[in-house]
Structure formats: C-alpha cells, structure tokens
C-alpha cells in the first residue's frame, strides 16, 4: 500500500461525515489486505529459506568435493521453474545478476543514511490507489 493511500485512509476515518458502515466496510478490506500480505509474506519467506539451504548445500557439498554439488540449487530452481532455458542467453542472466547486485547494494546504501529533515512532505502518486466513498 502506498503513502497516498495510507493518507486516503486516515482523510476517510477523520471526516465526520463517514458513516459507521462505511468505516466497517473499510476496516474488513484492510484486515483482508493484511491477511493477503501474511500469506504472502509467509510463502515468500518459505521460498527464501529453500533457497538458501540448497545454497548452503551446495557450498558443503563443494567444500567435499562431491560429485555434483550444484544439484542442490539445480533442484531448488527448478521447483520454481526458475533454471535457465534452451537458448537463454548467460550474458542477459548474468547481467540480471549483476544489476540486481546494484540495486541491493544502493538499498543498503539508502537504508544507512541520515533520514530527511522534517518538515512539509511532498505527496506522491504512485500506482493505484483506493477509492474511499462517502
């Protein structure tokens, strides 16, 4: 949910001409929302956590010399239908790779700076938002 929905809502909730079953329509559709970003939440986790320890695997199995260590994170990509395919060029992987790496890294870099003066924020519009009824 955006910043300007999150403002929308708060309009909707501090106008006193809202009615009470409007404020309840509002609130079953937040507590679906919520719900939704859970499961969500919890399935992406869960995906995470495959990932990782195929890739901790493979390292081990590495570390050992087995025969095929990357079957680990072979298995684990392909579960998710996520292996490369026949004809997929390794450089556009790779560059995907690399570009993803760029964008964590500016991520880290952004989360680790000094937050912003406060003061008068600038609202966005970004994506769709909700459309609260009187």
Excluded: W
């Amino acid at each position: 949910m955006t910043r300007s929905e999150f403002d929308d809502i708060r309009a909707f909730l501090s106008d006193e001409t809202t009615h009470a079953a409007d404020l309840l329509r509002v609130a079953r559709t937040l507590i679906d929302d919520l719900e939704h970003a859970r499961m969500r939440e919890a399935v992406l986790r869960t995906y995470y956590l495959r990932l990782l320890t195929a890739a901790r695997a493979t390292v081990a199995a590495e570390m050992i010399a087995a025969p095929d260590p990357l079957a680990f994170v072979r298995h684990e990509l392909g579960e998710r239908g996520q292996l490369p395919q026949d004809g997929e060029s390794v450089h556009r992987i790779l560059s995907d790779a690399r570009t993803a790496e760029a964008l964590l890294a500016c991520l880290e870099q952004q989360s680790s700076a000094p937050a912003r003066a406060k003061g008068m924020r600038l609202r966005r519009c970004v994506g769709t938002g909700r459309r609260l009824s009187h």
